[in-house]
C-alpha cells in the first residue's frame, strides 16, 4: 500500500511539474510577445522620424548655385524666388531702388534670406516680374534659394490682400519664431498694394 501511494506521489508531481512549466512557458511568451510590441511600436516611431526627415529635406534642400550669378547690373544678388505656377524665377537684388526695381525682384525689410523673421520681397506688377501675382492664392506655394547657404526652403501662402502704400503692418517682424516671406507689389493703377504672405512649409 505505501509504495502504491508513493508512486501516485510521485506522479503527481511530475502533473504538477508539467502544469508550472506550462505556466512558465505562457509567462515567456507572454513576455516575448510584450517585447516584440513595444519593439513595432519603436520601430513605427523610427519609420515616422525617417518620413518627417526626408519631408523636412524635401523642403530645406540643398541645392546647385552655380547658374546664380554675383551681381546683376552692379546689384548684389542674394538669391531666387521661383514660383512655378507663374512660371516665374527671379533673382532677388540685395538693395531696393528704382533702378533695382527695374531689373528685378528686391529686398525690401527683414532678415536675410530663409532666415527666422519676415523677410519682405518687393516687384513692379510689370511683365515677367509679378505681373500675375494677383493669380495666386492661399495655399499656394513657391520656394526661395539662399545662394550663400545653397539652401532651399518653400513657402505656402496663408494671406492675400490690399493696402495703402502708407500701410506698413505687413511688414512685421512678429513671426512666433517662424521664417516668412511677404511679396509686395502694386495693383494695377499703382494706387494700392497687393501683398502676399506665405510660412515656411512644413
Do not use: W
Amino acid at each position: 500500500m505505501g509504495g502504491k501511494h508513493f508512486k501516485k506521489g510521485k506522479h503527481s508531481d511530475k502533473k504538477e511539474n508539467k502544469k508550472l512549466a506550462g505556466k512558465i512557458i505562457k509567462i515567456f511568451l507572454l513576455f516575448l510577445l510584450i517585447i516584440l510590441i513595444i519593439f513595432g511600436i519603436i520601430f513605427i516611431g523610427d519609420i515616422n522620424v525617417i518620413q518627417m526627415i526626408k519631408e523636412k529635406t524635401s523642403q530645406d534642400t540643398i541645392v546647385d548655385i552655380d547658374n546664380i550669378p554675383d551681381k546683376m547690373e552692379g546689384y548684389n544678388v542674394l538669391g531666387v524666388i521661383v514660383i512655378d505656377k507663374l512660371d516665374m524665377k527671379k533673382n532677388i537684388l540685395a538693395k531696393t531702388d528704382d533702378s533695382a526695381l527695374n531689373i528685378s525682384v528686391t529686398k525690401f525689410y527683414g532678415p536675410n534670406l530663409n532666415e527666422v523673421g519676415n523677410f519682405c520681397i518687393a516687384g513692379h506688377n510689370y511683365e515677367d516680374i509679378f505681373e500675375r501675382a494677383n493669380e495666386l492664392e492661399l495655399n499656394d506655394t513657391f520656394y526661395i534659394i539662399d545662394k550663400a547657404k545653397g539652401e532651399k526652403v518653400t513657402y505656402k501662402i496663408y494671406d492675400k490682400y490690399s493696402i495703402n502704400p502708407t500701410e506698413l503692418d505687413c511688414l512685421s517682424q512678429e513671426t512666433e519664431g517662424r521664417r516668412e516671406v511677404t511679396i509686395i507689389t502694386c495693383n494695377p493703377g499703382g494706387f494700392t498694394r497687393l501683398i502676399i504672405k506665405a510660412q515656411e512649409e512644413r
